[in-house]
């Protein structure tokens, strides 16, 4: 139970995995200039990534669901939002939000924030969080909201 | 809109609880198997979190290659199959707990010319997790 005036604040967190390929390159650098900035991100060919998308929820439960926002919900958007705009695409060409854009892991995180944060019905969108390897993630938060 | 990425490295180290200052039975104490005089080891797993801003040209916070690079030298180099007590000269003074652990390390890569240091994570098993973020403001 919570006291009079106090808020209690849950996140809750959805996964969801896509897989895409993308490469680095900016036209504005010579092509030994993007080989040695990008590396072997710079392939032409392009190479690809199972990324893993976790998407964080803040809000205080509905007190007749029990629920900050029905995970169903989620679900539903991830998979209109992300999966059918980014699963099995090359990112470089087939996603608009990203024209223009290297599709680092950082790019492709505030690309998500943007798409997502207009759709959150219930609750406050709160984290991308944006696995490109386990080795490797990018975190978007809100204004002034870090960690 | 706040933009972080993170790097995770991993190396494997040995250290022992112990201070000095203690007698032996206060150590057992309070270290517990930790203390066994031996030492004994882990797979450390480093988290490396770097603050923003996006550079338009590249589309990174930083140069993955540059951050590689020096966590390797400031800090892989230096730790990875080692025993901490003895090999690194912080812990000749200060006991080699995964706080102190994160501090070093934190230390270590404060001064990463091309991003803002914002936390160093350490895991020290699957099970326990420690993380610093720098003095207090």
Known sequence: MKAAGKTNTVLITRKIEFSASHLYHNPAFSAEENRRVFGKCNNPHGHGHNYMLEVTIAGEPDPTTGMVLDLVELKGILEKEIMERMDHRFLNYEVTELKGMIPTCENIAIVIWKLLEGQIRKGKLHRVRLYESPDLFADCYGNGAAQ | ?137
């Open chain 2, 1 to 137: 809109m706040t933009i972080t990425l993170t790097r995770r490295y991993l190396f494997a180290a040995s250290h022992r609880l112990h201070n000095a200052k203690l007698s032996d039975a206060e150590n057992q104490q309070l270290y517990g198997k930790c203390n066994n005089p031996y030492g004994h080891g882990h797979n450390y797993v480093v988290e490396v979190t770097l603050g923003g801003p996006v550079d338009p040209a590249t589309g990174m916070i930083a140069n993955l290659a540059d951050l590689d690079s020096y966590v390797q030298k400031h800090v892989l180099d230096d730790f990875d199959h080692r025993y901490l007590n003895e090999e690194i000269d912080a812990f000749k003074s200060t006991v080699p707990t995964t706080e102190n652990l994160c501090i070093e390390i934190y230390n270590r890569l404060k001064n990463f010319p091309a991003a803002h240091l914002e936390r160093v994570r350490i895991e020290e098993t699957s099970k326990n997790s420690f993380e610093y973020s720098g003095e207090s403001k």
